[in-house]
């Protein structure tokens, strides 16, 4: 699941704050105003358990995905895998990984598959946020099945790792060997971390590599790069600000375990955890 922008990333400067005009299931959607463009098909045969993998490529936004008239197990989650949660709809944040098994049981025919992005005024108007889920043996046409009101929605805190060995060290706040501490700010849609901004290296990272560079600190600028010393406990406290969130930590590929969450009205998102 990706969203398209139809103005060059050059105009945009930054995709925070700016909406993007379609969202692409598969590389394929439909925008407001636009033609009635392919949608993308998913195939299966009945009585048949399908592993759908589900990626949020998106900028900015979130998905709510869904199958009409079908549930999904969750199984896995960013690359770990979890104890199996029937849901009947899940949210998708960007960057985000779901393994969800689907089990094709429903009378032969097509399904709407459902991807309605976080973005105000989103709707399944005219087949935007749509993909098909068809059977074998179903007549070639658009679904004709509605939404029905989710009593089922994945709610994070009920994921349970499958093999969960817990982190080292003493279970508490500010106990670990390492302890990192990252404010994330959003200025005119540029994002820093502790007040650096990430700025792309002059010379190519793979070129700086076969040029003799060793060390990751020589190969991004000045506080791009956290050093962190081999077989430690690291305690890590992400504290977010201003527009732009939820976020996921989808991208640390590290199993760990949440010390605690905490969010107030000023600032909803601020975790700590250990890995």
């Known amino acids: 699941m990706d969203n398209r922008y139809h103005v060059v990333a050059p105009v945009l400067s930054h995709m925070i704050g700016v909406n993007g005009n379609s969202t692409l299931i598969n590389g394929l959607g439909r925008y407001q105003g636009g033609p009635k463009s392919e949608l993308a098909v998913v195939n299966v045969e009945y009585g048949k358990r399908y592993r759908l993998r589900l990626i949020g490529m998106s900028c900015n936004p ?31 944040l960007a960057g985000q990984r779901y393994s969800v098994v689907l089990n094709a049981n429903r009378p032969v025919s097509n399904y709407w598959l459902r991807a309605l992005p976080s973005t105000t005024g989103s709707t399944f108007k ?10 074998e043996g179903a007549p070639i046409l658009d679904p004709t ?32 060997d390492i302890n990192l501490q990252m404010v994330v700010n959003n200025t005119g849609g ?25 060390e990751a600190t020589d190969l991004l600028p000045d506080g791009s790069v956290f050093v962190l010393e081999a077989n430690k406990v690291v305690e890590l406290t992400m504290i977010t600000g201003g527009f ?12 760990f375990d949440v010390s605690h969450v905490l969010r107030v009205a000023s600032n909803p998102y601020s975790w700590c955890k250990h890995f």
């Open 244 to 255: 732009g969130g939820p976020v996921s930590f989808a991208h640390i590929r590290t199993p």
């Open 62 to 92: 979130s998905f709510l995905f869904s199958i009409d008239n079908h549930n999904l197990t969750v199984i896995e989650a960013d690359g770990q895998l979890t104890e199996p949660l029937l849901v009947d709809s899940l949210e998708i």
């Open 190 to 214: 540029v994002y820093s971390i502790n007040n650096v901004t990430y700025r792309p290296p002059t010379v190519p990272v793979l070129l700086q590599i076969l040029s003799g560079a060793q």
């Open 145 to 176: 099945t509605n939404q029905t009101n989710s009593t089922m929605p994945l709610v994070e805190n009920n994921l349970h790792a499958l093999i969960n060995p817990g982190a080292p060290g003493i279970p508490g706040y500010g106990k670990a």
């Open 126 to 135: 005219d087949g935007q946020n749509l993909a098909i889920l068809r059977y």
